[in-house]
């Protein structure tokens, strides 16, 4: 009966037709984009004006001696100025250098921790909340012990990084594996995903949204314990971000103080907004609000 | 429609050969019957719904048909054939496009890509999804994901499925016209179906046959043939009064809990 069928294709159609989503699929306008974008930028723009008037404000008030306190009719030409310079960049160069070598440590100590931790019951019995409870820790406290255990090193750095990072990665890790919805895994189990194919294609894709918030989580820790060490744990007058702030500041120039907390909070929202992004497009993919 | 005590067929090659099976989950005074001596023989296929009401065991009978579990006593022979599951949820993986989804099982029986591909899109086809390839599973209503459940079923090559009360949680409308669909992809693949729910006229409307179950622990009380003449609707008289009996011995099940 062909008519028949036909008559049902149609019927489902129109029923798929209507359950789906009014809009769905349709491409958003030039103009509407650039008003979204628009309208997520202005606020930013008013905060960051009338945080700079107040900081004005108060340097004109005469609270504190210019030189100590100037304000951002100073401050942001010498940012100008420090960015055309080399030593800038190699300072910039030598910090995002030791965060990145930092953080990637830290991720596969994370990582490897988050499996055995998640996969060994024993294991997460003894040290499962040692794991929380570092991630509570300031890892500032470490850096007594790492300069006795390395010196005044890179290495003393590195260890405070990883020791700050990395359970917030095994962290999210952890509790991405251990939350991955009972009801999946139960279809994975029907369809015979067993072993190796039941993380390549279930767990570890199931656990990537807690996974990156967790990593989010470890860069913030990272970049903290990092310009902690830097602060600390200066090398050979090596250059770099916290070695320009302490030599700002044995010099009294309070100019390029400023400047260099300006650059380190860019540089701190700049990674912030490449996370949010990459935990939004995978919210996205998943039709998680 | 007859009323069997014996289910005919047990000398014939079953699809599905559920033989005396008991299952006990826990151990000591804590233990649960949830199934109790139940023999159930499917024919190939054959459509067979199975219903009861709250703790009959229906989706432990499932569980066990389909190897996810042990029986504590007894057998269960599905002959070599495969056997694929669907349950209430879709349970589509939500990183993958509904073509990754449907891609899953073949991946598992390691069929090459350009092979998954071709049969993605037939599998699409025959559940008249043709072009959602690329949709992901929360662009799609319940009723669409249901059916890309199904095909996802049928990409695992079964030809005995399971259906754990897939269309319990659609509205009235689309689960009429899945109801058509069902019948008509168990005709064309030639499958063999077993079929839990706990409505008994959806029972009616797609079974051959409907086994009542009773409730802790689950034993099969009765088989009914159904004999209406198949497309069914789910609305007609027939239906309705084969339904009717089937609900009432069910009621005189569920009193039996009562205080």
Redesign the interface.
């Known amino acids: 009966m062909p008519g028949e069928s036909s008559v049902?294709?149609r019927?489902?159609?129109g029923?798929?037709a209507l359950?789906?989503?009014p809009g769905?699929?349709q491409r958003v306008g030039l103009s509407a984009r650039a008003r979204t974008l628009w309208a997520a930028t202005w606020p930013k723009l008013v905060a960051v004006a009338i945080v700079l008037a107040a900081w004005q404000a108060v340097a004109w008030s005469g609270w504190r001696p210019v030189y100590v306190f100037p304000g951002p009719d100073q401050v942001l030409p010498r940012i100008a100025q420090e960015i055309t310079s080399a030593g800038f960049w190699e300072a910039v160069g030598v910090t995002m250098r030791r965060a990145f070598a930092g953080f990637a440590l830290a991720l596969v100590v994370g990582v490897l921790l988050g499996l055995a931790v998640s996969q060994v019951k024993i294991l997460r019995v003894a040290i499962g909340s040692l794991i929380t409870g570092l991630q509570t820790m300031p890892s500032i406290v470490w850096f007594p012990f790492a300069m006795l255990l390395y010196g005044i090193s890179e290495s003393a750095i590195m260890f405070v990084i990883i020791l700050g990072a990395a359970p917030s990665i095994a962290g999210g890790l952890i509790s991405g594996i251990d939350y991955v919805p009972r009801?999946?895994m139960?279809?994975g189990?029907?369809?015979?995903?067993r072993g190796v194919?039941r993380y390549t294609?279930?767990i570890v894709?199931?656990a990537?949204p807690m996974f990156v918030t967790g990593l989010k989580q470890g860069w913030a820790f990272a970049w903290r314990s990092l310009m902690a060490g830097e602060l600390l744990v200066i090398i050979d007058q090596q250059n770099s971000i916290g070695w320009a702030l302490s030599q700002a500041r044995q010099l009294n120039d309070a100019e390029q103080l400023l400047s260099y907390v300006v650059i380190v909070l860019f540089i701190g929202i700049v990674i912030d907004v490449f996370f949010s992004w990459a935990d939004r497009s995978?919210r996205a993919?998943?039709?998680?609000t | 429609m007859s009323v069997t005590t014996e289910s005919p067929a047990r000398t014939r090659a079953a699809a599905i050969e559920i033989d005396r099976i008991t299952k006990v989950f826990g151990h000591g005074p804590g233990a649960l019957t949830a199934i109790d001596g139940m023999s159930v023989s499917v024919r190939p296929r054959e459509f067979v719904a199975i219903v009861g009401a709250s703790g009959c065991g229906k989706s432990t009978l499932l569980s066990l048909v389909a190897g996810l579990e042990e029986p504590t006593v007894g057998t269960v022979d599905v002959g070599g054939h495969r056997v694929a599951m669907m349950f209430q949820e879709a349970s589509l993986f939500p990183w993958l496009t509904i073509g990754g989804n449907i891609e899953v099982p073949m991946k598992v029986n390691g069929v090459p890509k350009a092979e998954r591909r071709r049969r993605v899109a037939e599998l699409l086809d025959l559940v008249r999804l043709t072009g959602f390839a690329h949709k992901r599973p929360h662009q799609l209503s319940g009723g669409m994901r249901q059916r890309v459940a199904l095909a996802r079923a049928l990409a695992q090559d079964a030809d005995v499925l399971l259906m754990d009360e897939p269309f319990g949680a659609l509205d009235a409308m689309t689960r009429d016209i899945l109801h058509d669909e069902v019948e008509r992809i168990w005709r064309e693949k030639s499958l063999t179906i077993l079929f839990v729910t706990h409505n008994v006229r959806e029972a009616v409307r797609l079974g051959d046959r409907v086994i009542l179950l009773s409730s802790r622990p689950g034993r099969v009380i009765e088989e009914f043939e159904v004999n209406g003449r198949r497309p069914r609707r789910i609305d007609s008289a027939e239906i309705a009064s084969q339904a009717a009996e089937i609900t009432d011995r069910l009621r005189v099940e569920v009193s039996r809990h009562a205080g």
Do not use: C, F, N, S
């Open positions: 049902r294709d019927q489902l159609q029923l798929d359950e789906q989503k769905e699929g009801q999946l139960r279809a189990h029907a369809m015979g995903l194919q294609l279930l894709p199931a990537l995978i993919r998943w039709g998680v």
